[in-house]
């Protein structure tokens, strides 16, 4: 009788292919609460007979009304998930070695970095 040599195992995927996976579920993640905290934020505010929304500066969330804070996180959770999808594929291009693309990416967050600083929030 033969030793049977299949391998039933499955191989560990690539880990350019994890990190693709992860940065996927980063962006589902960013969309579905900056959705949930607009969505409470408006609730909040319509249910405080509020039926405008404030406008809120980037440094002035803290000091805002609850539904125009929570709003204006959604936003910001918003704005950020893209930002956090270039850091993920920024340490990927980085553990694979791709030098060229992980400058792109360093020099994207680079120029969203001066321009928050620059545009006061």
Do not use: Y
């Given at each position: 009788m033969a030793a049977d040599t299949r391998h039933d195992?499955?191989?560990?995927?690539?880990a350019g292919a994890q990190v693709r996976a992860i940065v996927q579920i980063l962006l589902?993640?960013?969309?579905?609460?900056?959705?949930?905290?607009?969505?409470?934020?408006l609730?909040?505010?319509?249910?405080g007979g509020h039926h405008s929304a404030a406008t809120?500066?980037?440094?002035?969330?803290?000091?805002a009304d609850l539904g125009d804070r929570l709003m204006a996180l959604?936003?910001?959770?918003?704005?950020?998930?893209?930002?956090?999808?270039?850091?993920?594929?920024?340490?990927?291009?980085?553990?694979?070695?791709d030098r060229r693309h992980a400058a792109v990416a360093a020099v994207v967050l680079?120029?969203?970095?001066?321009?928050?600083l620059v545009g006061h929030g």
């Open positions: 195992a499955v191989e560990p995927a690539p589902r993640s960013g969309l579905a609460i900056a959705c949930v905290l607009m969505a409470v934020g609730v909040v505010e319509v249910a809120v500066r980037l440094f002035d969330i803290g000091s959604g936003m910001l959770a918003l704005a950020a998930t893209p930002a956090v999808r270039v850091v993920a594929l920024l340490v990927m291009w980085s553990l694979e070695g680079l120029v969203l970095g001066v321009a928050i």
